[in-house]
């Protein structure tokens, strides 16, 4: 069997690094932005750039990476949408976050269609990215993710498929309200620690080398140290997957009394005005409201 030609709609950061991945291997890739300008880089790594959506439609699979509901319903079901046309892929493959009700509109436009539509949400950025070390939870017909799946262990060290329908937007949603919570206790911790006199390289290397020590941890302690607050994700994204979560433990009955208040320090810190920083400007917050004044280590954990 011929390998399948792929479409590509967003290149953001994030799209743009997981695209350059398919590409690099090999991939037929023809990508489309809203702003034509930001595909281009792609053409280094040996993707085309299609001039509309419609170059799109005959591909056998298309990936989504937008940067929400409204922009994923735009350009799947919008008048010059990818399902708009005589001819659509075999397989949609959705990376974007958005809202459970966005994406079922999205699945049953596809399945109308004769598209089978994928859910696969990613964890990781943009650098982790473009190293090959994204982590994907899959749902979605079957025979889709058959047909997808050579592509989505080019782009990721880890593919996890979970069944039908839209289990894997609960399970990405549910992985970021661990990744909000987690920053806020680190926060919480590393502040209690320097207070009380001890700098946070040397805390923080306690706890990573501690059974409670993990690649996040790890991951983000430089920024912790350094104070270097380089977007990898910001307050505002971290905020609507909190929305998200609340909005699915009430549907689903569960009480997530942590996850609430987390969800309350989140928006505390967007209310700062920061928003085009760091999610981990949680410690920021955490240091002022305890009277302490943070200054950089500028030494320290390499992530």
Known sequence: MAAPKVGWIGTGRMGTAMAGRLARAGTDVTAWNRTLAKAEPLREDGAAVAASIADLRGKDVVFTMVSSSAALEDVLLGADGLLAGDRVPRAVVDSSTVSPE????????????????????????????????????????????????????????????????????????????????????????????????????????????????????????????????????????????????????????????????????VQASVGTGRVDEDFAILLDLQAAASGLDLEPEDTGPDD
């Open 102 to 265: 966005s994406s079922a509109r999205v699945r049953a436009a596809c399945a109308e269609r004769g598209a089978g539509f994928l859910a696969a949400p990613v964890s990781g950025n943009a650098g982790v990215a473009a190293a090959g070390g994204l982590s994907l939870v899959v749902s979605g017909p079957r025979d889709a993710y058959d047909l997808a799946a050579p592509l989505l262990e080019r782009i990721g060290r880890s593919v996890t498929y979970v069944g039908d329908g839209d289990s894997a937007r609960l399970v990405k949603i549910a992985h970021n309200l661990m990744l909000g919570i987690v920053t806020q206790a680190m926060a919480e911790i590393t502040v209690l620690a320097e207070k009380g006199g001890v700098s946070r390289r040397a805390f923080l290397e306690f706890l990573n080398g501690s059974v409670l020590g993990s690649e996040f941890t790890r991951y983000k302690s430089p920024a912790f140290v350094n104070l270097d607050y380089t977007p990898t994700f910001t307050p505002v994204l971290l905020r609507k997957d909190f929305d998200l979560g609340l909005d699915e433990a009430r549907r689903l009955g569960v009480p997530v009394p942590v996850t609430a208040l987390t969800a309350q320090l």
